[in-house]
């Protein structure tokens, strides 16, 4: 379909979603159909973006709208179920993260986009942040990397107020942690063996006071920390290192460059940044190169293999934290 407008079919509609519509529509897309269980979403969509195409079964609105391409945006314990129906529509696919609630859910449906030849590509969005493109320009690309330093945090308490499960509290590593994960490999590239510590502080185990740390070094050379401590409030915080300079960012929107003799520099987000939400601009052009181009699934995308490391590493952190141990036996499956 080059040069064509693509024709998008979107499963699921949430508050992401419709930051995805906006995105998509300012770019020259079309979101031809909505499919999700709830009419009352179904209809919220006919009347605030006037997509009147709306159905309740992801194959009858694939089989009758046609689409382009697809966006998946559904619940987390949705996803794998729903991309292993989609997948061998041979429809490229943007699949909202978690892609799986575990790794075999993932090397599954990666294996599934290969057997069937479709372009999958992974919703992280905090990969086309125009601030850390910015700065690794400025700093000598991902090459001159030389350590990448990640604190992160969950809120079991605020999640649970409001309406969370508390059985899906455990998956919010894979939820919503893999952002944070994902930024190691983003930047330092594959991680072959690294170290993984984690505990949980309630001993009954219902309040999901984990803490959880990975340290190691990445094939090219960097070192790479990752800490997560749900015990406390607070934000996200990013350090990347070249020579002679580091990036800050805290929150992760931003990105400060401290240079040795020179002033802190404050990077400046694109003008798309800074009118939809981060990341999604830059996520979605490429996304569309994908559909219309047959542009590779590549850095700074994500496909699904490359989502393999990241859930690996969101695996040994939960194994870690209700084992109470260090896991570093066995180097990482699965390569960026």
């Known amino acids: 379909m080059k040069g064509a407008t693509a024709r998008i079919g979107l499963i699921g509609y949430g508050f992401i979603a419709q930051k995805h519509i906006e995105v998509f529509r300012a770019l020259g897309a079309e979101v031809v159909a909505t499919c999700n269980r709830s009419e ?43 991309a292993r129906t989609l997948l061998p529509l041979h429809l490229p696919m943007l699949i909202e993260k978690p892609p799986g609630l575990s790794l075999e859910e993932t090397r599954g449906l990666a294996a599934l986009a290969r057997e069937h030849g479709t372009p999958a590509m992974v919703g992280l969005n905090r990969r086309f942040y125009s601030v850390y493109h910015r700065a690794l320009e400025r700093m000598g690309g991902r090459g001159a990397v030389t350590g990448v330093n990640v604190e992160w945090s969950e809120d079991p308490p605020g999640l649970l107020a409001a309406g969370v499960p508390a059985e ?16 190691l490999p983003f930047f330092a590239g594959a991680i072959p063996s690294p170290a993984v510590w984690g505990r949980d502080l309630d001993p009954a185990g219902g309040q999901y006071r984990w803490q959880m740390a990975l340290d190691g070094v990445a094939e090219r050379g960097a070192r790479v920390h990752f800490a997560s401590n749900w015990d406390v409030p607070g934000r996200w915080r990013l350090v990347v290192d070249a020579p002679d300079a580091r990036m800050v960012s805290a929150p992760l929107e931003t990105a400060l460059i401290l240079a040795r003799g020179k002033g802190v520099e404050e990077v400046s987000p694109s003008d798309e940044d800074k009118r939809f939400k981060p990341g999604f601009h830059g996520q979605a052009a490429f996304f569309l190169e994908v559909v219309r181009d047959g542009r590779p699934v590549e850095w700074p995308a994500c496909g699904l293999p490359e989502a393999l490391p990241g859930m690996e590493i969101c695996e040994r952190l939960t194994r870690a934290v209700r084992d109470g141990a260090m896991d570093n036996v066995q180097p990482f499956k699965e390569e960026i």
């Open 168 to 183: 899906q509290i455990p998956l919010y590593v894979y939820a919503n942690s893999l952002h944070g994960v994902d930024l």
């Open 40 to 82: 009352a979403k179904r209809r919220e969509a006919r009347e605030r973006w006037g997509i009147a195409a709306g159905y309740s079964d992801p194959l009858e609105m694939a089989d009758r709208e046609q689409p382009d391409a697809l966006l998946l945006t559904a619940g987390i314990e949705a996803v794998a179920p729903l």
